[in-house]
């Protein structure tokens, strides 16, 4: 059985009122009436889908009450009815945004009853008009939500293959090393002493783990070197050492795919460049060089010179901080590796420190 429509009436005649009423439920329609405008106003809730006002009223006239119906945003359909058949009293009313205008005494019921009827079509489109808005904003979060968790989801993969990539090269970089007794290591030291100088010198977070992963992939580049120019156990030949020299360049081709590794490749192909700009592959000088390559170099240099090899002695700290000092503006850039030596004293001056303790 189909829900009756909920009329308001508002007219301080009671004779008008209850015939009006009476009209209405002879239409099928259930009604309420009240005696004035601010009666209409109290009863007035969003189960209604049409009111029906007179405009002289007291305590609150129509146009009164339309005003402060309005301010309810109920969005529901007011039909004018008085027996002023006043044309201004019309076009205020039309302005004020009522839907219609009946003229009483109402002689013609069928024209009356399609006037309730239009103004009941209008509430149900209304109605539906605000479900549909409610159900798509409803749809909209839902997508809106699911698609931030599809993001959220393909972030984390994202993440998980950028770690599985990093891994796998670091792994297959760390096991070249561990196959020559004298490289073994390296990296490790590298990374180490690079973030020490890092760290040191205050740099943002960001730009420590974007040294830390251009160091952990700085000599990825050998993977593809005949293995015997690396571990050869003497000094290079001319073509051999231009075969080396290529590792930095090969590695920053093998970190290209990656995206994520953009300025780790650039660092990578630079490390061996030198502030005076003899170094390779590029020969850039020092203003060219950004700041966490300038890192890497002289902590690679350092660790080179301090590593065993089979052709050469190995340098003791001390040593090794002479011939950084000595290389200051030439290979090094003299803030960093001061920086650097700084670092080293101090910290094999607390290590004396322990061992007399």
Not at 117 to 136: C, F, G, I, P, Q
Not at 160 to 184: P, V
Not at 232 to 251: A, C
Not at 319 to 325: L, P, Q, S
Request: negative net charge; proline residues 3%; hydrophobic residues 40%.
């Amino acid at each position: 059985m189909a829900t009756k429509t909920k009329i308001l009436i508002a007219d301080d005649d009671v004779l008008v009122r209850e015939a009006v009423s009476k009209v209405l439920e002879l239409f099928g329609h259930d009604v309420t009436s009240v005696a004035n405008g601010k009666e209409a106003v109290e009863a007035i809730n969003s189960d209604f889908d049409v009111i029906i006002l007179d405009i002289n009223m007291p305590e609150m006239d129509g146009f009164e009450a339309m005003a402060a119906i309005k301010k309810l945003q109920l969005d529901i359909p007011v039909l004018f009815i008085t027996g002023a058949g006043s044309m201004e009293y019309a076009v205020k009313a039309i302005n004020l945004g009522a839907y219609d205008f009946i003229s009483k005494p109402i002689d013609d019921l069928d024209l009356f009853n399609a006037k309730i009827s239009r103004a009941v079509e209008k509430r149900m489109y209304v109605l539906r008009e605000k479900a549909y808005r409610a159900n798509l904003e409803f749809e909209v979060e839902a997508k809106t939500k699911e698609l931030a968790e599809k993001n959220a989801l393909l972030e984390e993969y994202s993440r998980h293959l950028e770690k599985s990539s990093l891994s796998t090269i670091i792994t297959l970089q760390t096991a070249m090393e561990e196959k020559d007794l004298y490289t073994a290591g390296h990296t490790i030291r590298v990374t180490e002493y690079a973030i020490m100088i890092a760290k040191g010198m205050g740099l943002p977070k960001e730009d420590v783990m974007v040294l830390e992963r251009a160091c952990q992939l700085h000599d990825v580049g050998k993977l593809v070197i005949d293995v015997s120019c690396i571990q050869k156990p003497g000094p290079l030949n001319d073509e051999e050492w231009e075969l080396v020299k290529k590792h930095p360049e090969i590695g920053e081709n093998i970190i290209k795919p990656l995206g994520f590794l953009k300025q780790e490749a650039v660092i990578i192909r630079h490390h061996h460049e030198r502030v005076d700009g003899k170094g390779y592959p590029d020969g850039l000088t020092g203003k060219e060089l950004n700041l966490l390559t300038k890192i890497i170099t002289v902590a690679d240099s350092y660790d080179a010179m301090t590593s065993r090899r089979s052709y050469k002695r190995n340098m003791s700290m001390y040593e090794a901080i002479e011939e950084v000092k000595r290389c200051m503006n030439t290979q090094f850039d003299p803030d960093v590796a001061s920086f650097f030596i700084d670092l080293l004293q101090d910290t094999n001056k607390k290590i004396d420190e322990v061992a007399e303790a």
